[in-house]
């Protein structure tokens, strides 16, 4: 959500919230610097900088650089100044709650089996309790800048209700709203293939230069991040890129929208292992462990396995090609749990993206496979919270509060 500006104190919050973006990206740098990259005074950026360094947010050291002139200061975010809290929600039997420093190094975490939690009262105690031994860890109550949330479903840019969840219990949750009432902290809430294409973007050399890329998560469900034209592709209420309900499907598999064929239920984990079942009349489970095993019995050639893979490579293929042909992009990133098998289906993909493909040949490092998912995950919420931070309204501390 824009940022509103309607008085003096809100045009001095946004120039702030813009000096302390641009310190997330580019830590260190001068104030000549800032003045350069914000397109706002030297006088602003001095007292603004003052201010965050009062706030404990920033620090300052002499630099060697100089055109012979004044040697300039250079500013930084304070590592230990404030913390940043990112919550992985994406798994139905664990959470993870991880505590970042200003400079993007991890200080704890705490993961929860919530395997047997069967509704979202019990999921939300699990979440206090894990945050309030990670606080408990500090000597001091430490500086929150905020929670960032990656979560399997669509957060509803209307009525702030999460959507289309690939876990039960979250669906017509308003999961920031509650959390930040429990924490009195900023919580922001997206969905985990939108983090990744947006943290793909600001974590990847490459991905620098582009404007238009498809992220694909493939995990207990299946997602899109699209950045298009530099943009994240959104939508009036955060649908945008929703392909879950795609009708590609193959094997007439009942969706819980009440369609059949959606493609989220042959191309997600539960999928492929409800084909296995099918196939092969060996039940795996539908968990993270049934997954393992399949995995283990494709790395063995099992014959059935790579049968399963490779009819899901036809149906992912299409997928991608009709995605490409919609959106253009300049490079297409896989990731999640698909990866591990991909090897067995790239032949297929590569093949449908070549027959359904209307418009130039795609380079031969347009599809790119993810590895780092987890990571790129985590630094997905780490930017979530730090672009939507919000300056103090005043200048006294809050406990607990940045």
Known sequence: MPFSVETTMDLRNLNKKKVFGFLCENSPTTRKDMVSGLGLSFGTIATICKELITEGLMSSASSNRSNGGRIPDLVFLKPDGAYVACLDLIQHEKTSLYFYDLAG??????????????????????????????????????QVVGMGIAVPAIPDRRTGLLIHSTNPILE?????????????????????????????????????????????????????GIICNDKLLLGARGLGGEINHLPIGRRNYQCYCGQKNCVETELGIAGFLKKYREDSGQDLGNDSSGWHRFKELVAKNDGCALAVCQENAHILGA???????????????????????????????????????????WPEDFLELSYNYQDLLLKGCRDLVTSNWIPRANSKRKSGVA
Request: aromatic share 6%; glycine share 6%; hydrophobic share 45%.
């Open 105 to 142: 190094k991890l200080i704890s975490c705490e993961h929860c089996d919530t395997s047997g939690v069967s509704d979202y009262a019990a999921l939300e105690a699990q979440v206090l309790g894990a945050y309030q031994r990670i606080v408990a860890q500090f000597a001091h109550a430490p």
């Open 172 to 224: 017509n949750v308003a999961l920031a709203s509650r959390l930040e009432s429990a924490l009195a902290i900023k919580v922001v809430v997206e969905n985990e293939s939108n983090l990744l294409a947006s943290a793909c973007v600001h974590n990847h050399p490459i991905s620098r230069a582009l404007t238009d890329l498809i992220y694909l998560y493939g995990g207990e469900g299946l997602g899109a």
């Open 319 to 361: 997928l991608l090609a009709s995605l490409c042909n919609l959106f253009d992009p300049q490079r297409v990133y896989l990731g999640g749990y698909v990866t591990d098998v991909y090897e067995s289906m790239q032949t297929i993909v590569k093949q449908e993206l070549a027959a359904r493909n209307v418009s130039q040949s």
